[in-house]
T-cell receptor, first 114, second 109 residues
Framework: DVKVTQSSRYLVKRTGEKVFLECVQDMDHENMFWYRQDPGLGLRLIYFSYDVKMKEKGDIPEGYSVSREKKERFSLILESASTNQTSMYLC?????????????FGPGTRLTVL | GIQVEQSPPDLILQEGANSTLRCNFSDSVNNLQWFHQNPWGQLINLFYIPSGTKQNGRLSATTVATERYSLLYISSSQTTDSGVYFCAVGTGTASKLTFGTGTRLQVTL
C-alpha cells in the first residue's frame, strides 16, 4: 500500500514563527504536492515538485517555500507564519508518467497560527 | 484554468438508499479521481478513473471524457458513507489536481 506520512496532525504556532511541515512517501513517486484546504475555498495547490531539488509554484504560493533534498521527502516552509495561514495542509504524491497519475494523500496537518 | 463543478452540494439519504453524484469539468484531463474525506480530514482514494467504468463493492464510477463528466454511484448507503465526496481532475505533465467544491453526504438511520 502507498503510504504518505506527515510530521504532525496538529500544530499551533505564533505569528512570525518559522514553520516546517514535513511529508514523506514510500512509493518512489517522482511527484509530490502541497495543498491547503479552507472552508468555502476548497483544496488549492500551493507548490509541487517533479524531481529532487525541482519545484514549481501552484495556485497560491505566496508566503510559502518548499524544499526537496531527497526523493521521498517534501517540506513546506512558512518563513514567517501569519494568522491567514491557519488551515489544513495536505501532502500528496504520484508517479510522473506511464499514465499512472493517481495521487495519494497524507493524513493532513491542522495548523493554527495565533 | 480548468473548472470543476460538483452536484448536488448537499445530500441527505436514509440508510439503504442509492445516490448519484456528478462532476462536470471544462477541459480535457489526464487524471480524474474521486475521494471521500473522512471526519479526521484524510482524503481516501475511491477511484482513479480518467475514462471508463469501475466498480468497488457498493461504489461504482463512470467517466465520459468526451462529454466531460463523471458520475459516482453509491448503492445501499450506510451511515459510514457520510462525509464529503470530492472529484478532482488533473492536466499537464505533472497532472496537478483541481478539486471540485465537494458533495456533503449525510446518511441517516
Amino acid at each position: 500500500d502507498v503510504k504518505v506520512t506527515q510530521s504532525s496532525r496538529y500544530l499551533v504556532k505564533r505569528t512570525g514563527e518559522k514553520v516546517f511541515l514535513e511529508c514523506v512517501q514510500d512509493m518512489d513517486h517522482e511527484n509530490m504536492f502541497w495543498y491547503r484546504q479552507d472552508p468555502g475555498l476548497g483544496l488549492r495547490l500551493i507548490y509541487f515538485s517533479y524531481d529532487v531539488k525541482m519545484k514549481e509554484k501552484g495556485d497560491i504560493p505566496e508566503g510559502y517555500s518548499v524544499s526537496r533534498e531527497k526523493k521521498e521527502r517534501f517540506s513546506l516552509i512558512l518563513e514567517s507564519a501569519s494568522t491567514n495561514q491557519t488551515s489544513m495542509y495536505l501532502c500528496a504524491s504520484s508517479f510522473q508518467a506511464g499514465g499512472r497519475y493517481e495521487q495519494f494523500f497524507g493524513p493532513g496537518t491542522r495548523l493554527t497560527v495565533l | 484554468g480548468i473548472q470543476v463543478e460538483q452536484s448536488p452540494p448537499d445530500l441527505i439519504l436514509q440508510e439503504g438508499a442509492n445516490s448519484t453524484l456528478r462532476c462536470n469539468f471544462s477541459d480535457s484531463v489526464n487524471n480524474l479521481q474521486w475521494f471521500h474525506q473522512n471526519p479526521w480530514g484524510q482524503l481516501i482514494n475511491l477511484f482513479y478513473i480518467p475514462s471508463g467504468t469501475k466498480q468497488n463493492g457498493r461504489l461504482s464510477a463512470t467517466t465520459v471524457a468526451t462529454e466531460r463528466y463523471s458520475l459516482l454511484y453509491i448503492s445501499s448507503s450506510q451511515t459510514t458513507d457520510s462525509g464529503v465526496y470530492f472529484c478532482a481532475v488533473g492536466t499537464g505533465t505533472a497532472s496537478k489536481l483541481t478539486f471540485g467544491t465537494g458533495t456533503r453526504l449525510q446518511v441517516t438511520l
